[in-house]
């Protein structure tokens, strides 16, 4: 179980993060924050990085719950929008998750990121089932819907949310021509 003060340091981190991205985030600063002393953030991380990649994993699982939580399963158009969402809430930590470790080293990242695989494929294989989706592999359809969703945020976000499309606008463009192949 996840101590208080590793929490507190990695709710610092998130606020270091979030309010001038991943080079404003040092084991000292994120000390400052909590009110301990520069080395107590070494009694939970070893370095930036794996501060970092803790609040990544904690991140992910945050969604897992929402998505295991939910009173009936949901759709993967559903978790593409928790995930933009997220993605657009918290832009700093999205630009942490794809762009600096997406294959990070921290054991709880490795597991999250594995339990994020499992819940999304799982849901592309239920709404294959149903018709919602077109057939084959759903670990592959599961992937080019995400690298979509990817590549839809990450161009929003570059174009400063201006003159482009909305992820949102463009999931339901996806989703709605993948719904038409899976009628064909």
Known sequence: MASSRFDDLLAAAAVLLDGAGSTAVTLRDVAAAVGVSHNAPYRHFSSKQDIL??????????????AERAETPLSVQALTLVFANWALTHTERFRLLIQQ???????DLLQAMERWDVIYTRATQADQQIGA????????????????????????????????????????????????????
């Open 53 to 66: 990649e803790a609040l990544i994993a904690r991140e992910i699982v945050a969604m897992c719950q929402t």
């Open 133 to 184: 989706l077109p057939p084959g592999d759903p670990q592959r359809l599961s992937y080019l819907i995400r690298s979509t969703t990817l590549g839809s945020i990450q161009h929003y976000l570059a174009a400063g949310r201006t003159d482009v499309p909305e992820p949102a606008q463009i999931i339901d463009d996806l989703f709605h021509h993948l719904g038409r192949s899976a009628q064909a």
């Open 101 to 107: 470790w997406p294959h990070g080293e921290r054991e």
